[in-house]
């Protein structure tokens, strides 16, 4: 059974927005990711505000350690805690999970507690809902990072999909010569591929609308094998022997 609208599926098919990506340096080296609200907004946008649900099903502390924080003068005696999480994401019959870890270093240990486990949690949150899809960071785990895309080729994608829904929409065939002889110039300056769809669409909704709408002697002869049609002029009549 299909969970997710078009709409949806579109939604989590498409690229990650360059500008929701940040990096940190991790060892040796540069990380990216996403951070946690942008998450939360994205599942709140696709999915609903009241249509998906996040459960912290595991929380443990795992390493608890004094420290020494600051530098030079600054340095005095602090906490190093560590925390790991699992967090379950529920959206309609779909349930996902991610492990996550976070860290906290701080001068008070209830601080760093508190530290450590909302990034736990946030991360673990992170982890399950990226299995759904770019917009929650499934793209940063290409290195080539494919999917993610800058403003500029976003406004492009969404100017292309605009066009193509109000093509589809078309019902008349003077609607359809309109809309061609008014984008054309634009469709012919987009990727091959594109061009061909748009071309193709295009052609399919002339043929369609290119059907006559009065009933054909063939039409009924087809569907009413041996009768004789006495008049086809308003309404095709069928008259037995």
């Known amino acids: 059974m299909t969970v997710f609208t ?3 599926i579109s939604a989590l098919s498409a690229p990650l927005a360059r500008e929701a990506v940040k990096t940190r340096e991790q060892g040796n080296s540069k990380l990216s ?3 946690a609200w ?3 907004g994205e599942a709140n946008r696709i999915f609903g505000f009241d249509a998906w649900d996040r459960e912290t099903v595991d929380l443990r502390c795992v390493s608890e350690k004094p420290r020494k924080i600051g530098k030079g003068q600054y340095e005095r005696d602090g906490w190093g805690v560590t925390y790991i999480a699992k967090v379950r994401v529920t959206v309609g019959s779909i349930i ?3 492990c996550g870890s976070g860290h906290g270093i701080d001068a008070d240990p209830g601080l760093a507690h508190e530290s450590a486990l909302k990034e736990a949690e946030s991360d673990a949150m992170k982890r399950a809902l990226m299995t ?3 917009p929650f960071g499934l793209a940063l785990y290409d290195k080539t990072q494919a999917n993610v895309e800058d403003a500029s080729d976003r406004h492009k994608r969404e100017a292309i999909d605009n066009l193509w829904d109000e093509l589809s929409n078309i019902g008349t065939l003077e609607g359809l010569k309109s809309f061609w002889i008014d984008n054309w110039p634009a469709i012919k300056l987009m990727d091959e591929v594109t061009v061909k769809r748009f071309t193709d669409k ?4 002339k043929r369609q609308l290119d059907k006559p709408t009065d009933t054909t002697v063939a039409d009924i002869e087809d569907t009413f094998p041996g009768s004789r049609v006495v008049n086809e002029t308003l309404h095709p009549l069928m008259a037995g022997e």
């Open 38 to 40: 942008h998450a939360i």
């Open 6 to 8: 078009e709409d949806q």
């Open 202 to 205: 295009k052609d399919a909704l």
């Open 132 to 134: 759904f899809g770019n």
């Open 33 to 35: 990711y996403i951070e």
């Open 96 to 98: 996902r999970e991610g």
